[in-house]
Nanobody, 120 residues
């Protein structure tokens, strides 16, 4: 079936940059959107950045101007370029996709998450 695998997380100092990648594989006919989410302890899951196939993007206010989401449609891969990272950005970042998969049904799929730790 569909699998989303993230990579690129790690430990960086405040002010440094990091780039996350997520590739979707399996039975995929079409992808409507791919994006990144995070959920800190005790907090609701929040959207970090979303890339729509129609060409639009959406960012959380806290990352706008510092993060950039992009996608290689042919490779079913979404990226998150994170610049000027801050300690409060420390979290597990999960990749998600809304896609047409097995049985030609639309559904949402999630990756396992990748840890981003920003030291002060």
């Amino acid at each position: 079936q569909v699998q989303l695998v993230e990579s690129g997380g790690g430990l960086v100092q405040a002010g440094e940059s990091l780039k996350l990648s997520c590739t979707a594989s399996g039975t995929i006919f079409s992808i409507n959107s791919m994006g990144w989410y995070r959920q800190a302890p005790g907090k609701q899951r929040e959207l970090v950045a979303l890339d729509y196939s129609g060409g639009s993007t959406n960012y959380a206010d806290s990352v706008k101007g510092r993060f950039t989401v992009s996608r290689d449609t042919a490779k079913n891969t979404v990226y998150l370029q994170m610049n000027n990272l801050k300690p409060e950005g420390t979290d597990v970042y999960s990749c998600a996709a809304n896609l047409l998969g097995l049985g030609r049904k639309w559904g949402n799929y999630w990756g396992q998450g990748t840890q981003v730790t920003v030291s002060s």
